[in-house]
């Protein structure tokens, strides 16, 4: 008795490649970082084509996404904040940032406090490093980019984690007007 | 046998007076939090003057400085950033506290993972709002100082903690450069 449907056709299904590939995907990036897996070698260890990662998840980053079971997908908002450019980049990415999670609080709040204990690898850590930062620096510097992280993850564990008054239950239309220009300095101030 | 030198007063002597504050503060700071635990109800459970809190400790704020055993003290530092007003202030702040912290970056982050992981009433968060955001609050407003904090936990975390690139190795200069003007757009940008 096979499991298989009859004109289904030969090898396993898209649900099964994917599962595998997931599989696949956290054992490396546990191991190895996100930089450093490949999207080859998470499908050579998964026994599938490399062009699935493609088909399936748009990329390594969509593969890295998937392995998290995320309320939200983190690469759909950074690259809808990234698409309108510098101009007003900050108070949108604080608008953004807020409303995306502000619904699913403790789960970010669980994400962020198990990449503060053990930050090698963490997934959040990758996101915020190979996803966040990477699309910011296609806009910015990379030294910048990173200074933007460094301030989102300070507001996120001021509203989330550790519930600073008043930042932890301001209207989100209040610290997207003091946060958001101190986002946008970041991004375009003359600095160095 | 008495422990006691000849030619001392009688009643304790000082370094008893201050180990039963900071005993006694320690465990109301920790039971009720910083801001509800009053100078008067720990010198009562110590059984010492309501004015050897001052005298010892210069405060309440002094007190919790005190029962962490901290490598700098914050409240001169802080004290030290706010004291030349607003103007700068942004820069002054990024500076001080990345060469105070520096040297010290594996206490800061073991402080800041503990806040992480049981905020209530934490001691780095106390720190933060009973001495860090007081004091900024005194030249700015409650709802910009609580952003600049959220601003410095974000750099110390993606500098000491989770460590991103180029945060984590950047010169102090850099940051300062950066970051120094997005700190100041909190404080004084026109915001709402």
Redesign the interface.
Known sequence: MSGRRPGRPAGRSAGDTRARLVEAAREQFAARGFAAASARSIAAAAGVDPSLVNHHFGGKEGLLVATMDLPIDPVEKITGVVAHGVDGLGARLVRTFLETWDPHRDAFSAL??T???S?DH?PA?EI??GVL?ARLATVTT???A??V???????A???Y???????AS?SV???V???G??????VT????
């Open positions: 962020l406090r990449a503060m204990s930050p963490a850590v915020a490093r930062l990379v030294d910048r990173a200074l992280v460094a301030q989102v993850v300070g507001l564990t001021a509203r984690v550790v519930r600073i008054e008043p930042v301001a239309d209040d610290l007007a003091v946060y220009p101190a986002v946008q300095a970041v101030s003359a600095g160095r």
